[in-house]
């Protein structure tokens, strides 16, 4: 893949912006749908840079992630809102956006914009903060609430 920028991606000149958004998204949830149709609505072709089950340990624990990257993955593309998934072993996934170099990058209004990346146009996307998957594993592990 190395080389090839968004509308290589495609297969064809981009006539659409190619936009970008990245996570675990593990156990997909309304939060995590909200956010990627919030995030295709800024462009025609949506791309996620998912979090392999590796890089997921690495940022958040042994305990994590709930599911495989296959499944997360399955997941994800079945939605019908995302276009393509590509699985990356980093921390972080300024290397895989630098190398498919899309128009757009989606992150939630919370997330960092990594000083490498900045040359990229960024829109933030609101966080639902009622929902989230630690909210989740709490309420499974009976020590949340609904």
């Keep these: 893949m190395q080389g090839k920028t968004a509308a290589n991606l495609l297969g064809r000149k981009a006539k659409t912006a190619v936009v970008f958004v990245n996570g675990c998204f593990d156990m997909l ?3 995590h749908i909200r956010f990627l149709k919030e995030a295709k609505k800024k462009g025609g072709y949506l791309i996620v840079g998912l979090n392999s089950d590796i890089s997921v340990r690495r940022n958040k624990g042994s305990s994590r992630p709930i599911e495989k990257q296959t499944v997360r993955k399955r997941k994800l593309l079945g ?9 990356f072993n980093d921390r ?34 609101r966080k639902y903060k ?17």
Excluded: M, W
């Design 92 to 125: 972080s996934p300024i290397r895989l956006i630098n190398t498919i170099r899309p128009d757009i990058i989606v992150r939630g209004h919370d997330q960092k914009i990594e000083k490498e990346l900045r040359a990229f146009r960024f829109y933030r996307v």
């Design 79 to 87: 939605t019908g809102i995302v276009d393509r998934v590509i699985i």
């Design 29 to 31: 949830h309304e939060g």
């Design 130 to 146: 009622d929902i989230s998957t630690t909210k989740l594993l709490k309420l499974l592990n009976g020590k949340g609430r609904a």
